[in-house]
């Protein structure tokens, strides 16, 4: 079995290694300090279960699985936290595996021999529960097999198409398959819903143009394109604009 | 009650509910009792003999005698009073006061015998005359009025009791905040370096224990700023073997004057709170900043971090605790003389602690 770590503490991660090295039939393949470096290594070296600290800077361990549940062949999950309440409260509501700190070795044998994938419902329902008001840092897009991450700042606006929802960032475009309103619930106040298909990223408006009788267009900076304000929601869009 | 903080041992047991009847405020109390008896006693009276305020005068002269006797008589059986149980040391408060007023009533009644046996058709009824019809009202009102005011100030003892350990366990409950995590990521990193490096294994089991130790520390202990930077190092040695090189502190406190005396744990809490809210949320980590000056009368210390703002991240929740913590020990070591300010300057988060400079009894 191939298992990845992932802890920012440098002892905790030396001390599993440890421990998974003592276990027959696992092995390391790999160590990560962080969310975001453990998706990237991840997509490499294909772990079979990922044991994830929660708590970590910058991504921390729970939007991480969420985004390796979008690989096709997504990694068990195993947490592991030293004191989390909600988090553990969540795990327990959905039978999910996780170890606490300081791990013990039967239980670390234990919990990997029974580790299984998580669903992702499974994965959002953690999310909300552990973490109730966080939103996620990243949104991850596969592709060819691995994840590709795009941070929430670089994010110029959401279109809906029937199925897909196409996100224009700064480094171009991509397809996710989510809802509009739960990425608008998730990320408001920083996103602003102008269309009924459209969700803008309030803080890379260039500006707001009046484009006929009561009509509106949103400028996005550095973009060439006009996205259309809906009748029902340009004072709205106004106001939020201007105050 | 904690015994170790009663501070004379010379005074009773400090849970003795009855207050001490030598004291001012408790014989102005006895006065107070009995003059509304006696009021009360004036007023209920049928047909008055002299007129309301001589009949008044008359009924509180008797009264605070009562009163007064009964004070000394409490006042003196206190301390053999205070070793009994509550229930024993009523009964004999009780059957004391009953005493008293049998006594009093006994010489007021001979008295008026003595000198006015003779004259009793002049005096009328200044005096009484039914000598057992007499005895028994008085022990019977007695009875009444002294366990009513027994009750009295049993509960109010009660009450205060209850508002003091109230007041207690919250400062307590505060201080016994070594936050769970930080707790249990410290013995993670124990048990890791338990083998990879036992000699700072066993440093690192020796810091936590002292550092348990400084924060089970009485509340209002004082101790000299030295011993206090020492415990926020202790945090910060065991903390720099979790986060590593992400973890920088820079101290500029040599201005200060270590043999001053501070309110333990004014350091450690905004140590913890910089790293937690400041350095772990970092993955590059930061440096906290400890700067002390002395300012004539007064020390200033500030703690500042640096401040993430990862869109998606919300602010690790409580912060306040460990401010408010610090705000109630400075408050309580010097009551309106101490502040605590928190400024949010954009990318850095500084607690500035201003506090009056006390000089430790040594060096005093």
Not at chain 1, 127 to 137: L, S, Y
Not at chain 2, 104 to 132: C, N
Not at chain 2, 313 to 324: H, M, T, V, Y
Request: hydrophobic share 45%; charged share 25%.
């Amino acid at each position: 079995m191939k298992i990845l770590i992932v802890d920012d503490e440098p002892p905790a991660r030396e001390r599993l290694k440890r421990l998974v090295e003592e276990i027959d039939s696992c092995e390391v393949a790999g160590e990560a300090a962080n969310g975001t470096d453990a998706i990237a290594l991840a997509g490499r070296v294909a772990p079979d279960v990922v044991l994830m600290d929660i708590r970590m800077p910058g991504m921390d361990g729970v939007e991480a699985a969420r985004h390796l549940g979008q690989l096709e062949e997504p990694p068990a999950i195993i947490f592991i936290t030293a004191y989390d309440e909600y988090a553990l409260r969540a795990f327990d509501t959905h039978a999910v595996g996780y170890l606490l700190k300081p791990v013990r070795r039967e239980k670390l044998a234990d919990t990997l021999a029974r580790a299984s994938r998580l669903t992702k419902p499974q994965l959002a329902a953690i999310a909300r529960a552990a973490a109730p008001k966080q939103r996620r840092t990243h949104l991850s897009v596969r592709a060819r097999g691995e994840l590709r991450l795009i941070p929430i700042e670089e994010v110029l606006f959401f279109v809906a198409d029937q199925k897909y929802i196409t996100v224009r960032h700064a480094r171009g475009e991509d397809l996710i398959e989510e809802s509009l309103k739960t990425l608008e619930e998730e990320f408001e106040p920083g996103f602003l819903r102008i269309h009924r298909n459209t969700l803008v990223a309030v803080r890379h408006i260039a500006s707001i143009e009046r484009s006929g009788e009561g009509q509106y267009s949103v400028r996005m900076r550095g973009l060439d394109v006009e996205l259309p304000v809906s009748r029902r929601l340009a004072t709205e869009v106004l106001r939020r604009f201007r105050g | 009650m904690n015994r170790s903080v009663s501070d004379s041992p010379s005074a009773p047991a400090p849970s003795f509910y009855l207050p001490d009847f030598c004291a001012t405020p408790t014989v102005l109390a006895v006065v107070l009792i009995s003059e509304l008896v006696a009021i009360v006693l004036t007023l209920a009276r049928e047909e008055l003999h002299h007129g309301f305020w001589i009949d008044l005068a008359r009924t509180s002269l008797f009264l605070l005698w009562i009163g007064l006797s009964s004070a000394a008589a409490l006042c003196y059986s206190r301390p053999a009073l205070a070793r009994m149980s509550v229930q024993r040391a009523s009964a004999v408060s009780l059957g004391l006061l009953i005493a008293v007023t049998l006594v009093i009533s006994e010489v007021t009644f001979w008295l008026g015998q003595f000198w006015f046996g003779d004259l009793q058709s002049l005096v009328g009824s200044l005096f009484p005359t039914g000598h057992v019809n007499f005895l028994l009202r008085n022990l019977c009102i007695s009875f009444i009025v002294s366990a009513l005011a027994l009750r009295y100030f049993y509960i109010a003892h009660e009450w205060r009791h209850t508002v003091e350990s109230r007041a207690r366990l919250r400062i307590d409950a505060l201080q016994a905040r070594i936050r769970p995590h930080f707790l249990f990521n410290s013995m993670n990193t124990i048990a890791s370096l338990t083998r990879s490096n036992p000699a700072r294994a066993e440093e690192a089991v020796e810091d936590l224990a002292d550092l348990f130790r400084a924060n089970l520390r009485e509340t209002r202990t004082q101790i000299p700023l030295k011993e206090e930077l020492e415990v926020a190092r202790l945090y910060q040695r065991i903390e720099e073997l979790r986060l590593g090189p992400r973890l920088k502190v820079k101290w500029n406190v040599q201005e200060l004057p270590m043999d001053t005396l501070v309110p333990s744990l004014l350091v450690q809490p905004l140590l913890e709170n910089a790293i937690y809210h400041g350095i772990e949320p970092l993955p590059d980590g930061g440096t906290v900043i400890i700067s002390g000056a002395r300012n004539g009368d007064s020390l200033e210390l500030s703690i500042s971090n640096p401040v993430h703002d990862a869109p998606g991240a919300s602010p690790r929740s409580g912060n306040r605790i460990a401010l408010d913590n610090v705000r109630e020990r400075l408050e309580l070591a010097y009551p309106g003389r101490a502040r605590l300010d928190v400024e949010n300057r954009g990318a850095e988060f500084v607690v500035k602690l201003t506090f009056p400079l006390v000089k430790s009894v040594a060096t005093a």
